[in-house]
């Protein structure tokens, strides 16, 4: 079966001439489907005019629900990333460094994508590819200083050595005292032709999966010699993108099923990049609703391997699809609060600068230069010509934007909408302000957003508001009406809500809630108390889309919780509540995922067998383990994921509508003996649209079977 390779983008000789890279929230009612198929009703829409925002279109109205006590964790110093390259010129000019400060970026890579596999920090080379001036690890850090940020670090190990890397984490801590924290082993080590597609330098004789793992225990061993107190990362792939799924010939697992089980409790944070493409804005602007699944299935992967609770770096990203006009601008607003929603520490988007490409023209007539840089590198393709050096392109406002809605040590809380083409995201403050960020992806024409709100009773001044309209070059900003705002076509639009006084509870958020124990019905949490009072009890929440829904209460803290559903994921929270009724902040998410029955009269044995990114082959065997033969057996289980179809299969029927899926015997296999004297096995390929984490929940002739 052909695997699709991704589109890559290698070293350049000469910079700023191709596109260079280094070869809500999220939980919302509306399918990917649904989605994809209202976005593309309007692709063929002509722009218009910015529209007034005092305008009302009653039949484009939108219900946009928010939930301030359903608490999906806060952002980090670290969240709002950016990419620098060694062969960028500009990258440490002042002008690049106050534009950068100024969109709020915390976090700066270096030395640049798969660069980071070929350079050599003691003497500033990198050879096959071309080093600019200035561009040297010192004047780096000159510029994440003088942002205020934090470098992530790229350790060469494509063509270095840990000892290598273990002399530039001394340089840094040690000598300059930097204090460097985050620093990766390799870049896009996967794409280093183990897999037949081949982009990244690695010059080891064993490319595979197995000696990448072991050779991260080896970075991890000499960097922290040099520093203990650095985070070591390791690379994966992300699930549901070349090559995920993928197994190299005599291989029994895919690139993340080889890795994590080794670098498990020794690489302190793992490393994925996500460039999910699209054929166009319309469907660009509908895969950071994927996003959330592959992250939840990262997740699920991590946990399963013995790596629960390790941190996720999303350290590259971009649409690949009109990269400098305004859809991409909406792309990236919506990437960055997606990724932070479930679970990423940083999301950094590729690049500062870096050239342009292929000349096209976005749906709203603005010329896309190809370039997938967040300034302009001032270059040409014929007689088309960027902009100025270092003038912002359209994505750079939508990650300006992400200031206003939230900063470091704020809360992001869940929202949704009842229209695919309107996105929300909400933030609230750590001064007790709610901020809502709106997203409009139609090109075409504004919708009235009408906030509704759950946990939050505003004081009915006037709103903070900031808008980014399509085809603007600047960040507007005003007040005004905070429950109805109408968001002009193709424009993102913070909205700030200022709490009524007494209303907020002084308690602080219960903390690190963990997960103790879980069976097939049950999980019982324990947390650390709140601060700010006493409170009068403790009441754990299950995330329902925006809607919560109390399962227990208790005044310690500790809880267990009852009646759960066999192999179901739940994200759950913890609040506290004072002697005035008033609840307090939501923790941080806890994700809970029970396990399939102890005790049953049927077991079922799902494997993946192989896959190519879109799509994989899977094996399910199934088991009679009861007192009684079964002649003729239906199996029903369901896909977590509603990107994901049978496209075919063998040694059963199998049926499917929506995400559920029926089994049934052919002529030759519809026996099970009792107490497990047979198996049946039977397989089928599934085509996956992101995420494709595996069924947990069977059913044999209607009973409930124990999964592995």
Same mark, same amino acid.
């Given at each position: 079966?052909?695997?699709?390779?991704?589109?890559?983008?290698?070293?350049?000789?000469?910079?700023?001439?191709?596109?260079?890279?280094?070869?809500?929230?999220?939980?919302?009612?509306?399918?990917?489907?649904?989605?994809?198929?209202?976005?593309?009703?309007?692709?063929?829409?002509?722009?218009?005019?910015?529209?007034?925002?005092?305008?009302?279109?009653?039949?484009?109205?939108?219900?946009?629900?928010?939930?301030?006590?359903?608490?999906?964790?806060?952002?980090?110093?670290?969240?709002?990333?950016?990419?620098?390259?060694?062969?960028?010129?500009?990258?440490?000019?002042?002008?690049?460094?106050?534009?950068?400060?100024?969109?709020?970026?915390?976090?700066?890579?270096?030395?640049?994508?798969?660069?980071?596999?070929?350079?050599?920090?003691?003497?500033?080379?990198?050879?096959?590819?071309?080093?600019?001036?200035?561009?040297?690890?010192?004047?780096?850090?000159?510029?994440?200083?003088?942002?205020?940020?934090?470098?992530?670090?790229?350790?060469?190990?494509?063509?270095?050595?840990?000892?290598?890397?273990?002399?530039?984490?001394?340089?840094?801590?040690?000598?300059?005292?930097?204090?460097?924290?985050?620093?990766?082993?390799?870049?896009?080590?996967?794409?280093?032709?183990?897999?037949?597609?081949?982009?990244?330098?690695?010059?080891?004789?064993?490319?595979?999966?197995?000696?990448?793992?072991?050779?991260?225990?080896?970075?991890?061993?000499?960097?922290?010699?040099?520093?203990?107190?650095?985070?070591?990362?390791?690379?994966?792939?992300?699930?549901?993108?070349?090559?995920?799924?993928?197994?190299?010939?005599?291989?029994?697992?895919?690139?993340?099923?080889?890795?994590?089980?080794?670098?498990?409790?020794?690489?302190?944070?793992?490393?994925?990049?996500?460039?999910?493409?699209?054929?166009?804005?319309?469907?660009?602007?509908?895969?950071?609703?994927?996003?959330?699944?592959?992250?939840?299935?990262?997740?699920?992967?991590?946990?399963?391997?013995?790596?629960?609770?390790?941190?996720?770096?999303?350290?590259?990203?971009?649409?690949?699809?009109?990269?400098?006009?305004?859809?991409?601008?909406?792309?990236?607003?919506?990437?960055?609060?997606?990724?932070?929603?479930?679970?990423?520490?940083?999301?950094?988007?590729?690049?500062?600068?870096?050239?342009?490409?292929?000349?096209?023209?976005?749906?709203?007539?603005?010329?896309?230069?190809?370039?997938?840089?967040?300034?302009?590198?001032?270059?040409?393709?014929?007689?088309?010509?960027?902009?100025?050096?270092?003038?912002?392109?359209?994505?750079?406002?939508?990650?300006?934007?992400?200031?206003?809605?939230?900063?470091?040590?704020?809360?992001?809380?869940?929202?949704?909408?009842?229209?695919?083409?309107?996105?929300?995201?909400?933030?609230?403050?750590?001064?007790?302000?709610?901020?809502?960020?709106?997203?409009?992806?139609?090109?075409?024409?504004?919708?009235?957003?009408?906030?509704?709100?759950?946990?939050?009773?505003?004081?009915?001044?006037?709103?903070?508001?900031?808008?980014?309209?399509?085809?603007?070059?600047?960040?507007?900003?005003?007040?005004?009406?905070?429950?109805?705002?109408?968001?002009?076509?193709?424009?993102?639009?913070?909205?700030?809500?200022?709490?009524?006084?007494?209303?907020?509870?002084?308690?602080?958020?219960?903390?690190?809630?963990?997960?103790?124990?879980?069976?097939?019905?049950?999980?019982?949490?324990?947390?650390?108390?709140?601060?700010?009072?006493?409170?009068?009890?403790?009441?754990?929440?299950?995330?329902?889309?925006?809607?919560?829904?109390?399962?227990?209460?208790?005044?310690?803290?500790?809880?267990?919780?009852?009646?759960?559903?066999?192999?179901?994921?739940?994200?759950? $929270?913890?609040?506290?509540?004072?002697?005035? +009724?008033?609840? #307090?902040? !939501?923790?941080? *998410?806890? &994700? %809970?995922? /029970?396990?399939?029955?102890?005790?049953?009269?049927?077991?079922?044995?799902?494997?993946?067998?192989?896959?190519?990114?879109?799509?994989?082959?899977?094996?399910?065997?199934?088991?009679?383990?009861?007192?009684?033969?079964?002649?003729?057996?239906?199996?029903?289980?369901?896909?977590?994921?509603?990107?994901?179809?049978?496209?075919?299969?063998?040694?059963?029927?199998?049926?499917?509508?929506?995400?559920?899926?029926?089994?049934?015997?052919?002529?030759?296999?519809?026996?099970?003996?009792?107490?497990?004297? $047979?198996?049946?096995?039977?397989?089928?390929? +599934?085509?996956? #649209?992101? !995420?494709?984490? *595996?069924? &947990? %929940?069977? /059913?044999?002739?209607?009973?409930?079977?124990?999964?592995?």
């Amino acid at each position: 079966m052909h695997a699709v390779e991704p589109h890559v983008r290698r070293p350049p000789g000469r910079p700023a001439r191709t596109p260079l890279r280094g070869p809500g929230p999220v939980r919302r009612a509306l399918t990917a489907g649904a989605v994809a198929a209202a976005l593309l009703a309007t692709a063929g829409r002509l722009p218009a005019a910015a529209a007034d925002t005092t305008a009302a279109d009653a039949s484009a109205a939108v219900d946009v629900t928010v939930n301030a006590d359903q608490g999906l964790g806060t952002i980090p110093d670290t969240a709002y990333g950016l990419n620098s390259a060694i062969w960028d010129a500009h990258m440490n000019t002042s002008d690049t460094q106050d534009l950068i400060k100024a969109a709020g970026i915390g976090m700066l890579r270096y030395p640049g994508g798969s660069y980071g596999d070929i350079y050599h920090w003691q003497t500033h080379t990198a050879p096959g590819g071309y080093v600019a001036p200035g561009t040297d690890f010192d004047s780096f850090m000159g510029t994440v200083q003088k942002v205020g940020a934090q470098p992530i670090l790229i350790a060469n190990y494509g063509s270095g050595t840990p000892d290598e890397a273990a002399g530039w984490v001394r340089y840094a801590n040690v000598t300059k005292k930097y204090g460097a924290k985050f620093w990766e082993v390799g870049n896009e080590l996967y794409g280093n032709g183990h897999y037949g597609s081949g982009w990244e330098t690695d010059e080891h004789a064993d490319t595979s999966p197995t000696a990448y793992a072991h050779g991260v225990l080896d970075y991890i061993s000499a960097m922290k010699a040099a520093d203990p107190t650095i985070k070591v990362g390791a690379v994966l792939t992300t699930p549901g993108n070349w090559p995920d799924g993928v197994m190299g010939s005599g291989e029994s697992a895919d690139w993340n099923h080889t890795v994590v089980p080794i670098v498990a409790g020794k690489a302190d944070f793992v490393i994925v990049h996500w460039y999910p493409g699209g054929s166009d804005a319309a469907g660009m602007l509908n895969t950071p609703a994927q996003l959330a699944g592959e992250l939840q299935q990262l997740r699920a992967e991590l946990d399963a391997a013995g790596a629960a609770d390790t941190p996720i770096a999303l350290t590259e990203t971009n649409s690949n699809v009109l990269m400098d006009t305004q859809p991409n601008a909406l792309f990236a607003a919506d990437t960055y609060l997606t990724a932070l929603a479930n679970g990423a520490f940083t999301v950094d988007w590729w690049d500062t600068h870096n050239g342009v490409g292929a000349i096209s023209t976005a749906p709203d007539g603005a010329t896309d230069y190809g370039d997938m840089g967040l300034l302009s590198s001032g270059g040409c393709t014929g007689a088309v010509c960027e902009p100025p050096v270092n003038t912002p392109f359209a994505p750079y406002y939508g990650i300006q934007m992400l200031s206003h809605l939230g900063r470091p040590g704020d809360q992001l809380v869940n929202a949704g909408t009842d229209n695919a083409l309107v996105a929300a995201h909400a933030v609230r403050q750590a001064d007790g302000d709610l901020s809502v960020l709106l997203i409009n992806k139609d090109p075409s024409a504004s919708h009235t957003a009408r906030l509704r709100l759950s946990g939050y009773t505003p004081d009915g001044s006037p709103a903070d508001v900031a808008v980014f309209r399509d085809r603007a070059s600047a960040v507007e900003t005003s007040t005004g009406d905070g429950t109805s705002r109408t968001l002009p076509p193709y424009s993102i639009t913070t909205v700030t809500l200022h709490p009524k006084s007494g209303t907020a509870s002084a308690l602080g958020a219960p903390r690190s809630p963990k997960v103790a124990s879980v069976t097939d019905t049950t999980a019982t949490l324990s947390w650390s108390p709140s601060t700010g009072g006493t409170p009068v009890r403790y009441e754990v929440y299950r995330q329902q889309g925006t809607t919560s829904e109390l399962l227990t209460g208790t005044t310690s803290t500790t809880a267990t919780v009852r009646n759960l559903t066999p192999g179901t994921t739940y994200t759950l $929270n913890v609040l506290a509540r004072d002697a005035d +009724g008033r609840l #307090s902040r !939501a923790s941080a *998410p806890v &994700t %809970v995922r /029970t396990t399939s029955p102890a005790e049953s009269t049927c077991a079922v044995a799902y494997r993946l067998t192989g896959g190519w990114g879109s799509g994989f082959n899977a094996e399910v065997t199934v088991t009679d383990t009861g007192p009684d033969p079964i002649d003729g057996w239906t199996l029903a289980f369901a896909f977590p994921d509603s990107g994901v179809s049978v496209t075919g299969y063998w040694n059963a029927n199998v049926s499917q509508s929506g995400r559920n899926v029926v089994a049934t015997p052919v002529s030759y296999n519809a026996a099970l003996a009792a107490h497990g004297g $047979n198996s049946v096995s039977f397989g089928f390929t +599934g085509a996956n #649209s992101g !995420a494709y984490s *595996p069924p &947990t %929940v069977f /059913t044999l002739n209607g009973t409930v079977c124990t999964t592995t």
